[in-house]
C-alpha cells in the first residue's frame, strides 16, 4: 500500500530507515519512468541526469542492466531487504558472466542504497510539492539522521533549518546530500516559529576525470548538488544527448516506454493547456498559433522516436533521436483543437517513421513518413542544417484521400518520392 504524508509530511518509519522497506507511489513512479542507460564510470552522468536514467557503473549491456534494474525495481516497489537484493545480484552475475569493480557486500551497497535513497527523496519532493500541502506547509526543514555512525559536521549544523519550498538552498541541499546521507526533510507550517536565513558555507572544487572544475557547495559530495526529481526540462536534455551513444534497440524501446509514461503525459498536457489558454484570447488562426507558441515554448524538447541506420542516411541525420519541440507542440495543439489528439497517440510515431509505406521530400526540406495500419498517420520530420538534431514537425491522423493528396502536392512541387509501396 502507498505510503500517506503523516502531520508532519516524514514518512519515516520507526527505525529512522527513510525509503528502506517503505514503498510509496511517488517513489515508485519515479523509479519505473527512468531510462535504461549503459555507463562505464559513476560519473558518465550527473545530477539531475540521473533522474532519467538508470544506471550501473560498468554495466554495459542490455540484458544485464535490464536484469539489474529489475531487482532494484523490485526491491524499490515490494520494498525488498538488502539481503534479498544481494541474493538477486549473485544470480544476475553467475547469469551475465559480469567481472564487476569492487567487493561484492560494497557494490551491491552502493547500487542498492543509492537508488532506495535517490528515489525516495525524488517521491518526498513530488509530495512535498503537492499544492494543497503547500498551502498549510509553505516550509520546509531540513532533518540530520542522528542513527549514523559517522555524522557530517554540516549536516547536523542544518538540522532544524526552516526555510520556504522556493528557497534557491534546496535545489543543492535537498537529501541525500551524499553518498550514505541519510538526512530527510519535513513540511512545516507557515505559523512554526524559527524562520531561517538559507547559510552560506562557501563551496569546494572537484577536478573530474576530463579536467573539468566543478564547483559545489560544502557539505554536499560530488554530483549530488541537486534535487531528485525537480527539472524535467533539464533531464529531457540530458536523455537527448546519450540516447546516440545507446545501442538502437535498447535506444528505441528506451524512447517508446518514456512517450508512454506519466512524464510525457504530464510535459504534454501542460503545454497543450498553456497553449490553448493563450490562444483563446485571440481570433484567427495565425495569430492564436503565435500568442500559443510565445506563451508555451520554453526551448523543452521531448525524445518521441529513434531513427535506425537507414532512416538515418536517408535524412542526412547525425542523430538517431526525433525529438517533438514545445514550439511545435504549441502550434499543433492549436491546429487540433477539437480532434481529441491525445497524448498517447504518439506512441505510434515510431511506428510511423519505422514502417512507413510512403516517404515524401518536399522543396523546403520536410519529409513526410506516411503509414497506413488500422488507422493512416502522417509524421512530418525536419533535420536541422547540421544534421544534429532532427524534429518531428507536425503528428497527425490522415486517410487515403490526404495520402494521395500529399503525394501530388509534392509531386507538382518538384519534390522527391523517397518510398512508394502504398
Known amino acids: 500500500m502507498p505510503l500517506k504524508l503523516g502531520q508532519d509530511g516524514a514518512g519515516f518509519n520507526a527505525r529512522g530507515d527513510g525509503p528502506f522497506n517503505l514503498p510509496f507511489q511517488e517513489q515508485i513512479a519515479f523509479f519505473q519512468q527512468k531510462l535504461d542507460l549503459p555507463t562505464r564510470h559513476y560519473d558518465d552522468i550527473l545530477q539531475a541526469q540521473h ?11 542490455a540484458d544485464l542492466l535490464a536484469d539489474l534494474r529489475g531487482a532494484v525495481d523490485r526491491a524499490i516497489s515490494e520494498g525488498k531487504s538488502i539481503q534479498w537484493f544481494r541474493e538477486q545480484f549473485d544470480g544476475i552475475v553467475e547469469k551475465h558472466g559480469w567481472a564487476y569493480k569492487g567487493e561484492r557486500d ?9 537508488n532506495m535513497s535517490a528515489s525516495y527523496a525524488a517521491g518526498r519532493w513530488a509530495q512535498l510539492n503537492d499544492p494543497d500541502l503547500l498551502k498549510s506547509r509553505p516550509y520546509w526543514k531540513y532533518v540530520h539522521n ?6 557530517r559536521p554540516l549536516h547536523v549544523a542544518w538540522s532544524g533549518l ?6 534557491p538552498w534546496w535545489l543543492a541541499h535537498f537529501p541525500p546530500c551524499g553518498w550514505g546521507c541519510r538526512c530527510r526533510v519535513t513540511a512545516v507550517a507557515e505559523s512554526t516559529p524559527g524562520r531561517d536565513t538559507a547559510p552560506d558555507d562557501g563551496t569546494w572544487e572537484k577536478v573530474d576525470r576530463w579536467g573539468e572544475v566543478h564547483s559545489i557547495p560544502r557539505g554536499v559530495d560530488y554530483g ?11 533531464l529531457l536534455r540530458a536523455v537527448i544527448d546519450k540516447q546516440d551513444a545507446a545501442p538502437w534497440q535498447l535506444a528505441r524501446a528506451n524512447t517508446q516506454a518514456l512517450v508512454n509514461s506519466e512524464v510525457f503525459t504530464h510535459w504534454h498536457n501542460r503545454i497543450v493547456q498553456a497553449a490553448l489558454a493563450e490562444a483563446d484570447k485571440y481570433t484567427g488562426r495565425s495569430a492564436k498559433q503565435e500568442a500559443a507558441r510565445a506563451v508555451a515554448a520554453k ?4 525524445p518521441v522516436a529513434v531513427l535506425d541506420d537507414d532512416a538515418k542516411a536517408l535524412l542526412g541525420a547525425t542523430t538517431a533521436t526525433v525529438t517533438l519541440s514545445d514550439y511545435d507542440l504549441a502550434k499543433q495543439a492549436v491546429s487540433r483543437q ?20 510512403r516517404i515524401l521530400r518536399d522543396q523546403d526540406e520536410y519529409t513526410l513518413f506516411i503509414h497506413r495500419g488500422s488507422k493512416v498517420y502522417v509524421a512530418i520530420l525536419q533535420r536541422t ?21 500529399q503525394l501530388r502536392k509534392v509531386t507538382r512541387a518538384g519534390g522527391e518520392i523517397l518510398k512508394d509501396e502504398w
Open 224 to 234: 549530488w548538488d541537486y534535487a531528485p526529481g525537480q527539472s524535467i526540462a533539464h
Open 146 to 151: 542522528d542513527t549514523v555512525t559517522h555524522p
Open 299 to 302: 526551448g523543452e524538447r521531448f
Open 51 to 61: 533522474d532519467r536514467s538508470f544506471v550501473v557503473a560498468g554495466a554495459m549491456k
Open 162 to 167: 526552516t526555510l520556504r519550498h522556493d528557497d
Open 385 to 405: 542544417k547540421s544534421g544534429k538534431a532532427v524534429f518531428l514537425k507536425s503528428f497527425r491522423r490522415s486517410n487515403e484521400s490526404d495520402a494521395a493528396s
Open 338 to 357: 477539437g480532434q481529441d489528439f491525445t497524448a498517447a497517440e504518439y506512441a505510434k510515431a515510431q511506428t510511423t517513421i519505422e514502417e512507413a509505406q
Open 106 to 114: 560494497w557494490r551491491t551497497r552502493v547500487i542498492y542504497k543509492t
